[in-house]
Structures are given as C-alpha cells and as structure tokens.
C-alpha cells in the first residue's frame, strides 16, 4: 500500500481531498426532475473547493465562539431550535459527535435497495438515472428519497417523491441548498428527521483534521422544501499522550512527551496537504516539523530513509511488539527533533489500514544515525490519541445566504 492509500481516509472529511478536476455528476434541471442545477460537465479546483466554502458560507463562519451558544431569533427556525437544544445537553454532542449521529436530535433514514421497497414500482418509469437507486423513507411520512452515486467526485444523485399506497406519485423538487452533496468535497446529503421534522440535511467538516462540522436544514413543511438554515458544531479537543517503550534514557522520554501533541498536529496538517497535492497534481509538500531543513538536517534525514524504522523497535525482547503491526513504512516522515539541547532523529507514521489496529498513529524518537549506522537505534515510541474535551461552540443562522467566496474562512 502506497503513501497516498493510507492516507484515503482523510480525505472523505477533506474539503480539498479531491481538488483535481473530476467529472461533475448533476444532470441538467430542464431535462430530469431528480437534477439539482445546470453545472459544468467537469468542476475544476475552485468549483469543487467553492462546493464546501458555500456550505461554509451559508453557516457564516468566519469566528469562533468562546463558548457554546445558539443565535436566536423572535421566531426561531429549526436550526435555532436544535442549536438551543444541543447546546443544553453537551455531553451528547460530544458523545455522538457526527452529524448523522446527533441522537436524539437528528435521526437520518437508512437506505433500503430500491427493489424491496413498494414505491419503486411507480417511481421506476421516472428513474432515467444509470444504476438502480437506494431509497430512504421517514416513518410517519410519505416523503421518499432515490438517489444513487455518479462521477468522479461521488455525488449524490437522486429525486424526492411523495407517495401514499394507492396514491398518485407526486415527484418534488430538490431542497433549496446552494451546495452540491459529493463525498469528495466532504458534503453528504440524506433525509433525516430533526426534532421530530421531516426535512432533508446536507453535511461536511469544517476541519479535515478534527470533528467540527456544519449541517445544512431543509424543513419539509407538508407540501414543500421549507428556507434552508445552517448549525456549525465546533469541539474542542485534548490529547492523550501513551508512551508505548522507553530505553535506559528517561529524560528523552519525558521530553518527547512534551512534544508529542504538536508532532501529531503537524503530521496530520501535513498529511491534508499531501492529499490535496496528490489530487490537484501539483508537488508534494514536505513535512517540516522546527522550519526548512539545513544540508546537515537533509542528510540526517536521508541516512535515516536508508536505514528505515527497525522491525523491533524495543531491543532484546524476541518478537516486535504488536503496536507495530500494519505499520505503512511508505508513509514515515523523518525529521531532526532538538530535544533538551541536543538533536535526535524523531518519525511519524500512520498505519496502513486506518481504523485496523490501535494505535493508529506513531511517533517514534532515535539516535541520530551515522554514516557508519546499520540500523536506526530507537529511544522512545509514542503514540497520541485525540479526543473531544468538550463542545467550543454551537451556531445557527436562521435564514441561509448566498455563498460569499470573499468571506475569511478558515483554511487549514
């Protein structure tokens, strides 16, 4: 598995995971009632970029609040109303944390293969779209949702439908959102009920590093696609430093503790980076984790590549120790880590299969090697976990907005 593979994951958070120019998958509005908006056939960086920014846009993001709080109005929309509900009860935001997991708040509707469901038989001679859809229903409802994934960028394609049994199909028009819903851009759509309200919702990250994220509300007043309003959700976040092994210098272990968070914060920043570069076909950035390297630092690091991070990383034990296990050597950063006055040789890498093993993530700390070196002699292993401390923030916004590109926006 290559450097780029282990580190797809991110990319489905990643608002510029996918700035390459892709095949655009909405079908022209005059021609198919499920279409969302006549657009380009193909969406270059700044189309797919601007995707996520109007969705950030229309939550007008631009600060962040101290504290967690919900903006309200005399008459207070949906978004008002759960944004003050949530904001009551933190520690279910900060347990459930994503959005098609906001309990009790947000219930989203599973898909169900389009054959199984009855209303497939009258929505089929409508359905004009190249694979069968998955169908999503509300219990309670006669509001439908067939949609399918197309194109390059992973988007969403479908169509609202209202049927009763022994009804006449009535097909909807598709909610008022100035977004496009691709998996790619990090913007998802599904019909969800929201403090018990029908209504269909679109989501993404704020951060491809972290949790914070916005959903997007289109009530469903009975007859039509009510106003759409945004929430922003924004945690706060603290770091659970393991030291995994220690060799006979403790004061290095101690000081590569210290460190860690910012190592761990730096890798991931980087490795967003690197997605984008990979996507958008421009250079590879590189990791730098004290400043630009000196030809002393470049060569440091480049002993370090040809030597590589031992198979046993805690000598006279027998066999590696199992956190080592997966580990994608094609993803280590090597980088000269000052430490107490004096210059080690410090490594991050990810596992080849995110999510397969605990820890997912290492920071490795060694002597600085020689040219004489065999093997990189390693002093401390270190993983860190972060986790949500608590909610940061709570925002809604009672009516949406155009998309404002020239709003200061946090790029990461």
Same mark, same amino acid.
């Given at each position: 598995?290559?450097?780029?593979?282990?580190?797809?994951?991110?990319?489905?958070?990643?608002?510029?995971?996918?700035?390459?120019? /892709? +095949?655009?998958?909405?079908? &022209?509005?005059? %021609?198919?009632?499920? @279409? $969302? *908006?006549?657009?380009?056939?193909?969406? #270059?960086?700044?189309?797919?970029?601007?995707?996520?920014?109007?969705?950030?846009?229309?939550?007008?993001?631009?600060?962040?609040?101290?504290?967690?709080?919900?903006?309200?109005? /005399? +008459?207070?929309?949906?978004? &008002?109303?759960? %944004?003050?509900?949530? @904001? $009551? *009860?933190?520690?279910?935001?900060?347990? #459930?944390?994503?959005?098609?997991?906001?309990?009790?708040?947000?219930?989203?509707?599973?898909?169900?293969?389009?054959?199984?469901?009855?209303?497939?038989?009258?929505?089929?001679?409508?359905?004009?779209?190249?694979? &069968?859809?998955?169908?999503?229903?509300?219990?309670?409802?006669?509001?439908?949702?067939?949609?399918?994934?197309?194109?390059?960028?992973?988007?969403?394609?479908?169509?609202?439908?209202?049927?009763?049994?022994?009804?006449?199909?009535?097909?909807?028009?598709?909610?008022?959102?100035?977004?496009?819903?691709?998996?790619?851009?990090?913007?998802?759509?599904?019909?969800?009920?929201?403090?018990?309200?029908?209504?269909?919702?679109?989501?993404?990250?704020?951060?491809?590093?972290?949790?914070?994220?916005?959903?997007?509300?289109?009530?469903?007043?009975?007859?039509?696609?009510?106003?759409?309003?945004?929430?922003?959700?924004?945690?706060?976040?603290?770091?659970?430093?393991?030291?995994?092994?220690?060799?006979?210098?403790?004061?290095?272990?101690?000081?590569?503790?210290?460190?860690?968070?910012?190592?761990?914060?730096?890798?991931?920043?980087?490795?967003?980076?690197?997605?984008?570069?990979?996507?958008?076909?421009?250079?590879?950035?590189?990791?730098?984790?004290?400043?630009?390297?000196?030809?002393?630092?470049?060569?440091?690091?480049?002993?370090?590549?040809?030597?590589?991070?031992?198979?046993?990383?805690?000598?006279?034990?027998?066999?590696?120790?199992?956190?080592?296990?997966?580990?994608?050597?094609?993803?280590?950063?090597?980088?000269?880590?000052?430490?107490?006055?004096?210059?080690?040789?410090?490594?991050?890498?990810?596992?080849?299969?995110?999510?397969?093993?605990?820890?997912?993530?290492?920071?490795?700390?060694?002597?600085?090697?020689?040219?004489?070196?065999?093997?990189?002699?390693?002093?401390?292993?270190?993983?860190?976990?972060?986790?949500?401390?608590?909610?940061?923030?709570?925002?809604?916004?009672?009516?949406?907005?155009?998309?404002?590109?020239?709003?200061?926006?946090?790029?990461?």
């Amino acid at each position: 598995m290559t450097v780029h593979e282990a580190r797809y994951e991110a990319s489905a958070q990643n608002c510029f995971a996918s700035a390459a120019p /892709a +095949s655009h998958c909405h079908f &022209s509005a005059s %021609a198919m009632p499920y @279409s $969302r *908006s006549r657009v380009p056939a193909h969406m #270059d960086k700044s189309k797919r970029c601007a995707t996520l920014l109007g969705l950030w846009a229309l939550a007008g993001i631009g600060g962040i609040s101290p504290t967690a709080k919900a903006v309200s109005a /005399a +008459s207070p929309s949906i978004c &008002s109303r759960l %944004a003050a509900q949530m @904001s $009551r *009860s933190p520690a279910t935001v900060v347990k #459930d944390q994503t959005v098609p997991k906001m309990l009790p708040w947000i219930v989203s509707a599973l898909p169900h293969a389009a054959e199984g469901e009855p209303v497939y038989r009258f929505l089929a001679p409508k359905w004009h779209l190249p694979l &069968s859809p998955a169908i999503e229903s509300l219990p309670g409802t006669d509001l439908y949702m067939a949609s399918t994934i197309l194109g390059s960028a992973d988007c969403l394609n479908g169509m609202f439908v209202e049927w009763k049994p022994g009804g006449i199909l009535r097909v909807l028009g598709w909610p008022r959102i100035p977004t496009d819903a691709c998996s790619r851009t990090g913007v998802w759509g599904s019909l969800a009920m929201v403090l018990g309200q029908p209504a269909y919702i679109e989501y993404g990250s704020l951060d491809p590093t972290n949790l914070d994220s916005v959903v997007v509300i289109a009530p469903w007043t009975g007859k039509d696609w009510g106003p759409p309003c945004p929430v922003s959700i924004r945690f706060s976040y603290g770091y659970d430093v393991t030291l995994l092994y220690c060799g006979p210098a403790k004061a290095v272990c101690n000081a590569a503790r210290k460190v860690a968070p910012e190592v761990q914060r730096r890798y991931e920043a980087y490795s967003a980076r690197f997605i984008e570069a990979f996507n958008n076909g421009i250079p590879f950035p590189k990791f730098q984790f004290r400043g630009p390297l000196d030809a002393k630092d470049r060569a440091l690091v480049a002993r370090a590549r040809r030597l590589g991070i031992p198979t046993n990383v805690t000598p006279g034990s027998g066999a590696a120790p199992a956190y080592m296990r997966n580990l994608n050597p094609g993803a280590t950063e090597y980088f000269p880590l000052p430490l107490e006055g004096k210059l080690y040789l410090g490594a991050a890498d990810h596992k080849a299969y995110p999510n397969s093993s605990w820890p997912e993530w290492l920071f490795f700390v060694f002597e600085p090697p020689t040219a004489r070196s065999r093997q990189l002699v390693p002093l401390a292993v270190i993983t860190v976990q972060r986790g949500t401390t608590g909610v940061k923030s709570i925002e809604a916004r009672n009516e949406s907005a155009p998309p404002d590109e020239s709003a200061r926006l946090p790029m990461h």
